[in-house]
């Protein structure tokens, strides 16, 4: 159980976050392999999770619900990301990385605040001593994290498959969910973060409330910092000549008036 120094497992987390990034930075450093990246933040998710929840031992119901729902998310996302880079052979994040030690610590100490922070809702649950009966914002964060999973899960799926048919080379995917957003993974992986929010709810008093810091940072990270301005960048290199794309881009921009600035494809 945790101590009263502690009683948040918010020290503990941070730890085991920065000595789990801190062996795989070392492992990137020194063998200029970074296929293993996305694997090592998506699955540190898993690990806080199950440590708090098996530290605890209080085991309630809810608990054991958002404990699994991130479980399956870091594992699935984890283990889909490994399979891509290996089949890409290589990540071009890393290009202006790899000879530059100072630019990759810095990314691998961004991912270790990335993990720590939006794990926080379920870190405080887990090590939370109150169990409310299951309320509206259980079954409504649950909803939320079954389609933002399902949408992120079918939008990577879809640009897999995109992606790895020759005849596709070169051009931008825009089939599927991608009709609809040029970041339907984003938007998906913000609706199960939020939706993990809104079902650690029941639980929070107080200061604890200060968890939606998590998903917030998760939301300014996306839109504003590492995710959609970077992914904007790269494709307007690419294709920001071509009609067809500059069409799709209007397109997708008007339905961000209306749908949640468009799944979060915005300009």
Known sequence: MG????????????????GYQLSFFVITALLKFDKVTDFAGSTNFVILAILTLVLKGAWHFRQIVLTLLVVIWGLRLGLFLLMRILQ????????EMRANLLKLAIFWIFQAVWVWTVSLPVTVVNASDRDPSVQAQDIIGWIMWSLGVSIEAAADQQKLVFKNSPENRGKWCSIGVWKYSRHPNYFGELLLWWGIFVASTPVLEGAEWLVIFGPVFLTLLLLFVSGIPLLEESADKKFGNVAGYRMYKRSTRLNSKLYFCQFFSIE
């Open 3 to 18: 101590t009263v120094i502690d009683s948040h497992f918010l020290a503990l987390t941070a730890i085991v976050t920065v």
């Open 88 to 95: 890409w052979g290589e990540d071009r994040r890393f290009d």
